[in-house]
């Protein structure tokens, strides 16, 4: 005998990760051969195509939101570690003091500017090439050229300032240059750089001109040159490009029985705000409400679920006797809720295309590796 098809209600329930009062139910993944008999589970290009969707939220040049759904946690996960760890970026790896009578001593100040982010021209940082530090097997390493190094240079000092009047206690009006910022570190192309970083947008710059590097009082002094290399994440974080990849699961919210009046007003106090609305009961379901509680509905407001997506599931009703019997919490396995944060030096968005790619070229190099062993 052929067995049933699956019905869309069983699909759905099984994607939803229980949430209860203190404890986590259904946490793993089902959708595979062999699990539920007589299911064909097994993995399907077409199927993948017809269910993935992607969806926007917000889409900033910084700050980006949106939503992977229909697929499984592993590759939302390996998505997040690249964003985080494999996507490269320039950053200062090595600074040459000149000159530092700031109170601020050489390897702390060298610290802060390592952490400065960069930006640039999207052609000229695709056209560097990697730097190759000395190691073990390899003493020598690169030498410094103009398609693996970028110079930068910090060159300030503290002076007063003229015409100041009597009495004035702002060291930014009684000094000139009392603060270094990141506007004052100054780029120098070498050779071809010039052709690639080109001014005013496209050459090297810090991303936020004012972060505050150091403080400076008169005779004091600042005289570095930096070099800037090409890196990713997993080296240092200095080269990561967000300050922040995440995902979170679509919250899910069930209300399994009518939650009406007070009640319901207390109901969506324990949600962030948005998350339940307050509607109209109508005539068919007060009389429906009356029959199963054995007498007459008074109320005219009820419980429902407006938007989910702002809910962070902290079981707030849960701990309300009055709730645990008439609402079921959960996450979505298969709907993920990215946040992407750029550092600056590229979009958000552009960032997660490029984890993308990425991932191609990690499994096109897999597949190569296995065809090379079968040979």
Not at 4 to 22: F, M
Not at 76 to 99: G, K, M, S, Y
Request: net charge positive; charged share 30%; with cysteine.
């Amino acid at each position: 005998m052929a067995r049933e098809p699956v019905s869309s209600d069983e699909v759905e329930r099984r994607k939803i990760v229980g949430v209860k009062a203190e404890t986590v139910t259904n946490v793993t993944s089902t959708d595979f051969p062999g699990h539920y008999p007589g299911e064909d589970n097994s993995w399907s290009l077409e199927n993948f195509k017809k269910n993935f969707r992607v969806a926007f939220h917000k889409n900033e040049p910084l700050d980006a939101s949106f939503s992977l759904i229909g697929i499984d946690a592993s590759l939302a996960n390996a998505f997040r570690r690249i964003l985080i760890a494999e996507i490269p970026t320039i950053a200062i790896e090595f600074v040459f003091v000149h000159n530092n009578t700031s109170i601020i001593q050489d390897e702390v100040l060298a610290h802060r500017l390592g952490l400065v982010p960069l930006t640039g021209d999207l052609e000229g940082l695709k056209w560097m090439k990697w730097f190759s530090k000395p190691t073990e097997e390899s003493p020598e390493g690169d030498s410094a050229l103009d398609n693996n190094t970028i110079v930068l240079k910090l060159e300030i000092e503290c002076t007063r300032a003229e015409g100041v009047a009597r009495g004035e206690q702002d060291p930014l009006k009684l000094y000139k240059n009392a603060h270094v910022y990141a506007r004052d570190i100054k780029y120098e192309p070498v050779g071809r750089q010039a052709n690639f970083f080109k001014e005013p947008h496209g050459q090297i710059r810090p991303v936020n001109p004012d972060i505050l590097l150091a403080k400076l009082r008169p005779g004091q002094k600042i005289d570095m040159e930096m070099h800037c290399i090409k890196g990713i994440g997993a080296d240092h974080a200095k080269f990561s490009p967000v300050a922040t990849a995440s995902y979170r699961l679509m919250p899910s919210i069930e209300i399994t029985k009518p939650i009406l009046g007070d009640d319901a007003r207390k109901f969506a106090r324990c949600f962030p705000k948005g998350v339940i609305g307050l509607e109209d009961v109508t005539e068919e379901e007060g009389e429906r409400f009356s029959k199963a509680g054995g007498q007459r509905q008074q109320t005219t407001k009820k419980a429902v679920v407006t938007n989910p997506f702002k809910d962070t599931v902290s079981r707030e009703c849960l701990r309300h006797d009055e709730f645990k019997d008439k609402v079921k919490l959960g996450r979505v396995r298969d709907h993920f809720i990215f946040m992407v944060e750029s550092t600056g030096q590229f979009k958000s968005d552009f960032l997660f295309l490029e984890s993308v790619k990425t991932l191609k070229l990690k499994c096109a190099r897999l597949k190569r590796s296995l065809a090379n062993v079968l040979r």
